[in-house]
């Protein structure tokens, strides 16, 4: 379960990050361009880029498995969600402003650390997949000793 208040972080502009795993074990990443806290926490809604999500789709389907990692450019606050896949569907036009939210705050994030603007808006955004997750475990990500360490009130028991 994602708790309340981290609800607003993982929907921010933060980086967004996607890892899947095929049959062989075998990894992939790729970015997503928003995402949304669903059902009082219990599920998470991430949006994937048509052109750049083909393996992780394919991951998906295969085995349901994914992770998502949210990361903050300045201060590098991080945070994992583990879960399944429970639906994958194209991305309605209405999502569309959710996306669109998404890339400016981005773009205005990684403008703190020096990223031009216009280097995050050029990244592939639409048309979409969304992946909607039933949520198994939240884990901190931060660097630092916790690292790895179930957030409180996230369910990390799930792996």
């Given amino acids: ?22 049959a062989r074990l075998a990894p992939d990443a790729t970015r997503a361009v928003g995402a949304r806290v669903v059902h009082g926490g219990g599920e998470l809604m991430v949006f994937l880029p048509a052109a750049t999500c083909a393996t992780a789709l394919a991951n998906v389907g295969e085995n349901g498995r994914i992770a998502v990692c949210f990361s903050r450019a300045f ?60 949520v198994e475990g939240v884990f901190v990500q931060t660097p630092g000793p916790g690292a790895g360490a179930p957030l409180e009130g996230g369910g990390g028991g799930a792996r």
């Fill in 1 to 22: 379960m994602i708790p309340q208040d981290l609800a607003g972080f993982l929907e921010s502009g933060v980086s967004v990050l996607v890892g899947t795993r095929d």
């Fill in 75 to 134: 201060d590098h606050r991080a945070v994992q969600v583990k879960g399944r896949a429970i639906e994958v569907r194209l991305a309605a036009e209405p999502e569309r402003a959710l996306v669109d939210r998404y890339r400016a705050a981005l773009a205005e994030e990684l403008g703190y650390v020096g990223v031009p603007p216009r280097a995050t808006l050029r990244l592939a955004h639409w048309p979409c997949h969304v992946v909607r997750l039933r």
